[in-house]
């Protein structure tokens, strides 16, 4: 059966292809009969494209579920690990006549040579090299056409068969396994981007670059480059046309001629057309510092067009972009790099992604729930670590909700290469891919070690000329990822000062981390500074861990269990073992729950437990870096933010979209107005992000029993002023005269923060131990799960018109305690859960007879099998 041809969309001259898979052996060995009409592919299995070859037989059922128990450690690795063809068949009846046409690849791993009837096209290199190749008078008219690709994976050219993980560049590096995810069988070969087909007239255009330039925030300066290519025997004249919205500006050029058989790069400036001088521009902001009313950034759009002597488009590119400027400086804080987004200095918040998923199945909208995720956790910044994702989807929804992007390229600690030819390839189709997404802030050469260990060597170089041959300074170059170039010991001392290191990777408590920068690792001290990696182990929720955990470990974890290389604790990197998840420190996160909340009495109990843990250390890391704010405190991004598999260390929300406590606990330190109680000095500050000052706002705070009585003499209020990105001091609590806690019991710390309008713009919660980090009292609150009402929902449309928001009002009706440890889940008719879905809060307390608004979005399909809100406190 022939493979059909699929319009992109309906005003598109692209058309995708079906394709299918087969290892390169037996009767498929010889490339011009397999690239050739007429192959026998029945026994041939359908590949996903953009996508994997382990994952396209674990999409058919033809593997176990990996992401359960042990099963991919169990995989024949040999199965995947060598050569795999890709191939197609299709009749051209369906694309225009009398047009060039153009087969692109966008990106495969690792190595691709392309045919088409028995011709071959050429050669790919490297995960981020793209192959544009004119096919027209290769194809086939009303005759079957054939393509094949022949994928080679990592460690099988024969001229560079390294170890994966430091070897390989540029590639997925973490497919060979890392301490947060296994071996991926193939290591993650395959087509890993998009393919199509084309067509356009005699002039075709390629990456369309659109730079901004703010002499001041008032006024922008475009200039668009563009390079016009011209397959064709004849020289072609004609012009460019540009549309520009929002703003409605159209641009005409100067007649344009490409001569026969070349390229030309044209370049629109605003001294030539005054209409690239845009006033008064839409800029594009980090998250919580501007942007449009629904909490989305302002983006603009630009349709180029080639029109030959006034005629339709010979070819049509729309792309994407924002006006903003990026700026960073060391001295205004002598050492610590202080980061600049329109003049304005910006408190960096956010988290590192490893890989999207562990068998790259991310794809397209699959990004908007979880860079919507980081979006409501007020984080305003994503590290593409190692440079593991390459989709341009990603880009987009960090430019949609305003999350920065710190783009590493694909090097660890000193780093190591297949090629230098190869890796500048990649390097230079990599700042072309995505040079306009206003979202990157950051290039970073290297993970934790300079190129090579050398920031001026062959490959530093290399980068740098990328970057400066093919965009105009629009960005920050970091040599390494946590210190600067010139001290070898990673420390923030001399010349090496504007970055504070990397780690510790395991759980402190809240006084720890507003006290020691250091946080017992060696290469962080005296300085917070702008630090690149954090992180502690983060638990998920019971529904979770009985998705991907057979029913043999549902017990409590204990210290013994996880001293094991093999066990299915370890095979889900919750293990001593610094190669299975040993820096995040599972024994200490262990004790430390059975010591703070009492020793867990079932696997149930220890993941309710667990998330109280969550909260608590998540808030006070991002809470000590806003109390040091503009001392040396400049940026902390955690590690890590999301789930690329299934596992209890370095996510905030987990592999299946359920939200864990660390999620709420960031969320909450990370909101742009917030107030905060500092654990070590009993401080009350507020912390305003914002670039505007708020004035006259009034700082509240009020001290429970945890039965939810107030303890009225503990209770403080003071308006103060605050500037814009500063912060302020409102008062101290629990001082030392005669204000002290008694040493019993928990208590309950609730802060509030109020405008001068009586507008509540931040409340914080607070649970703290008579004794410190004693907890096992709240075991002995009454249960309360009777006591909370819930109204019914009130419904309405998101601004976008897709989701749903639920708004209920949940009262604790007791008058005998409070309900603590809220976990807000929404189920289907089922009692199943329903993800993804947004909540605004979780894991929170209500005194007694107060109230609560919460809020839930979801996609209405979701609801389509019936829906409750389901409310289990801490004291069920």
């Known amino acids: 059966m022939l493979c059909a041809l699929k319009q992109t969309d309906a005003q598109s001259q692209s058309y995708i292809l079906k394709w299918k898979l087969a290892p390169q052996e037996g009767a498929f060995t010889d490339a011009a009969k397999v690239s050739s009409p007429g192959l026998n592919t029945n026994s041939w299995m359908s590949a ?12 058919v059922g033809q593997e176990q579920n990996p992401d359960y128990g042990d099963n991919i450690y169990h995989v024949d690795q040999a199965k995947y690990n060598r050569p795999f063809w890709y191939r197609t068949e299709f009749t051209p009846s369906r694309l225009p006549h009398g ?25 790919l290199k490297g ?5 544009i190749y004119d096919v027209t008078d290769k194809l086939l008219t009303d005759k079957p056409n054939a393509i094949a690709v022949l994928i ?6 024969p001229e560079h068969n390294h170890p994966l993980a430091n070897w390989e560049s540029p590639t997925y590096l973490s497919s060979g396994s890392w301490d947060w995810m296994p071996a991926v069988p193939g290591l993650n ?10 067509a356009t007239g005699p002039i075709s255009m390629e990456d369309p670059y659109i730079h901004t330039n703010l002499p001041n925030l008032h006024t922008a300066h475009l200039t668009v480059d563009v390079k016009l290519n011209n397959a064709g025997s004849e020289p072609i004249t004609g012009v460019l046309k540009l549309r520009i919205n929002p703003g409605n500006i159209n641009i005409v050029s100067k007649s344009i001629t490409i001569a026969a058989n070349s390229s030309r790069v044209i370049k629109l400036t605003s001294k030539e057309y005054v209409q690239l001088e845009v006033k008064n521009p839409k800029l594009w902001w980090p998250n919580g510092y501007g942007g449009k009313a629904d909490g989305t950034q302002q983006l603009y759009t630009t349709n180029i067009q080639f029109a030959v002597n006034g005629s339709e488009a010979s070819d049509v590119v729309i792309k994407q972009f924002g006006i903003r400027k990026i700026a960073s400086d060391t001295t205004i804080l002598n050492g610590p790099m202080r980061l600049y987004v329109n003049d304005v200095p910006i408190l960096v918040k956010g988290g590192n992604w490893g890989m999207s998923d562990y068998m790259l199945k991310v794809r397209g909208k699959d990004y908007d729930t979880r860079l919507r995720f980081h979006k409501e956790m007020n984080f305003n910044m994503i590290r593409n670590w190692t440079g593991e994702v390459t989709d341009e989807a990603f880009y987009q929804y960090c430019d949609k909700y305003g999350i920065m992007v710190w783009d ?13 030819e190869m890796f500048k390839a990649n390097a230079i189709e990599k700042v072309k891919k995505f040079r306009n997404h206003p979202s990157i802030v950051i290039w970073c050469g290297a993970n934790e070690g300079v190129p090579e260990g050398n920031s001026n060597g062959r490959l530093s170089n290399a980068i740098k000329e990328a970057i400066a041959e093919n965009e105009q300074d629009t960005r920050i170059y970091l040599p390494r990822s946590n210190a600067g170039v010139t001290n070898p010991n990673f420390s923030i001392h001399g010349g090496s000062k504007n970055l504070s290191g990397s780690g510790i990777w395991g759980n402190v408590d809240p006084k720890t981390y507003f006290t020691d920068p250091h946080n017992s690792y060696l290469f962080s001290a005296n300085s917070y500074g702008m630090r690149s990696e954090l992180g502690a182990a983060t638990f998920v929720n019971i529904e979770s861990f009985k998705k991907f955990m057979p029913k043999d470990y549902w017990v409590p974890p204990t210290t013994d269990a996880v001293n094991s290389k093999t066990n299915m604790w370890a095979r889900h990197f919750f293990s001593t073992d610094p190669a299975l998840g040993g820096g995040a420190e599972p024994v200490r996160y262990i004790n430390d729950i059975n010591q703070r909340y009492g020793t867990a009495t079932s696997i149930e109990d220890f993941c309710r ?10 808030k006070a890391m991002y809470e000590a870096w806003n109390d ?14 999301q789930s690329a598999y299934p596992t209890m260390i370095w996510q905030t929300y987990d592999y299946y979209y359920d939200l864990t406590g660390a999620y709420f606990g960031v969320k909450a330190a990370c909101e742009p107005i917030h107030i905060q109680w500092n654990a070590a000095t009993n401080s009350v500050k507020v912390i305003n992000n914002k670039n505007y000052a708020i004035n006259n706002v009034t700082a509240q705070a009020e001290v429970y029993a945890s039965n939810g009585k107030i303890m009225s003499a503990y209770n403080l209020k003071k308006t103060l002023n605050v500037n814009a990105t500063d912060i302020k001091e409102a008062f101290v609590i629990f001082d030392d005269a005669g204000k002290k806690l008694p040493p019993a019991g928990v208590y309950y710390l609730k802060l509030k923060l109020y405008s001068k309008s009586g507008t509540l713009l931040s409340e914080n919660f607070y649970w703290i131990g008579g004794t410190y980090l004693n907890y096992q009292e709240l075991n002995k609150l009454p249960s309360v799960s009777s006591s909370l009402q819930v109204s019914s929902p009130v419904i309405k449309v998101t601004n976008n018109g897709v989701n749903k928001v639920l708004t209920y009002t949940i009262t604790n009706s007791s008058k005998q305690t409070a309900a603590f440890g809220i976990r807000a889940q929404l189920l289907n008719g089922k009692g199943e859960q329903i993800l993804p879905a947004i909540f605004n809060d979780s894991y929170f307390a209500l005194m007694r007879g107060e109230k609560k608004t919460l809020q839930v979005e979801v996609d209405p399909k979701a609801l389509s099998h019936g829906y409750k809100l389901a409310l289990v406190p801490y004291n069920k």
Request: glycine content about 10%.
């Open 127 to 131: 995960l981020m090299q793209r192959g």
């Open 189 to 198: 070969s395959g087509i890993t981007d998009t393919v199509t087909l084309s």
């Open 609 to 618: 437990k667990a998330q109280l843990l969550n909260v608590e250390t998540t």
């Open 99 to 123: 047009k060039r046409l153009w087969l692109k690849f966008n990106g495969i791993n690792k190595r691709a040579e392309i045919y088409i009837n028995g011709y071959h096209l050429g050669t």
């Open 628 to 641: 040091h704010m503009w001392k040396d405190a400049t940026g902390l991004l955690m590690w890590m933010s």
């Open 48 to 59: 996903i494209v953009p996508g994997t070859v382990f994952y396209a037989y674990v999409a």
């Open 152 to 157: 080679v994976p990592p460690r099988h050219d």
């Open 408 to 420: 590493d390229f694909w090097l660890n600690n000193l780093g190591g290469i297949d090629s230098l």
